[in-house]
Every structure is written in structure tokens, then in C-alpha cells.
Nanobody, 123 residues
Framework: QVQLVESGGGLVQAGDSLRLICDFS????????MGWFRQAPEKEREFVAS????????YYADSVKGRFTISRDSAKNNVYLQMNSLKPEDTAIYYC????????????????WGQGTQVTVSS
């Protein structure tokens, strides 16, 4: 069975950093397309970053490019999102997602989702 569990969220001040962890159980992360999405209250879920299983190519939303980094650790079956220079606009619940065949920048491209971890950035 496939399970995704996010952790590492919290309350920080603008300019601080956080490292989100997605524990991917039951499968090998290097064989899946992985993505991070976020959703604020009453807002639509939006793409943050993704990494392809084939070659490990990464993609980022323009709003986080240069500040966030997605990576994976196959030995630990983990996917990470390093978030630097956090802004109040980054406040949201962050979700980890996985898909064997698709992936991409749209939520519909992912079959498996975690429960999310809250990130709150104060000004």
C-alpha cells in the first residue's frame, strides 16, 4: 500500500526557513513522479514544485523559484522541500503527492496524496 506523510511545518517569521519532509511508504520514491502543492483557506490548491523519477528533473512555480528546492532521498524513501526566505504569502497547508505514470503541475496528475502539514509565516 502507498502512504504519504508530511512533516516539518510550523509557525515562522518572514525570512526564516523550513524543511518539509514527505515520507513515502510502500514504494520507492525514485520510481515515482513526486510533487508538492499548497492550499490556503478558501483558495484553490496550487502547484509548488515537482521532481520526475526519470532523470530527476525539477520544476517550480514562479512564486517560489530561487527560494524553494525539491529533492529526494531514495535510501530513506523521502522527498523534501527546502523553503528559504519565507514570505507571508507562503502560508498554507502543504501537501505531498505521488504518481507512477503522470505527475506534472496539476493536482489531477497525482493519484496519491498526504494529509498535509501547516506552514504559517508571520510578517
Amino acid at each position: 500500500q502507498v502512504q504519504l506523510v508530511e512533516s516539518g511545518g510550523g509557525l515562522v517569521q518572514a525570512g526564516d526557513s523550513l524543511r518539509l519532509i514527505c515520507d513515502f511508504s510502500g514504494r520507492t520514491v525514485s520510481r515515482y513522479n513526486m510533487g508538492w502543492f499548497r492550499q490556503a483557506p478558501e483558495k484553490e490548491r496550487e502547484f509548488v514544485a515537482s521532481i520526475r523519477w526519470s532523470g530527476g528533473a525539477t520544476y517550480y512555480a514562479d512564486s517560489v523559484k530561487g527560494r524553494f528546492t525539491i529533492s529526494r532521498d531514495s535510501a530513506k524513501n523521502n522527498v523534501y522541500l527546502q523553503m528559504n526566505s519565507l514570505k507571508p504569502e507562503d502560508t498554507a497547508i502543504y501537501y505531498c503527492a505521488a504518481d507512477y505514470y503522470r505527475g506534472g503541475t496539476q493536482p489531477s496528475g497525482y493519484a496519491y496524496w498526504g494529509q498535509g502539514t501547516q506552514v504559517t509565516v508571520s510578517s
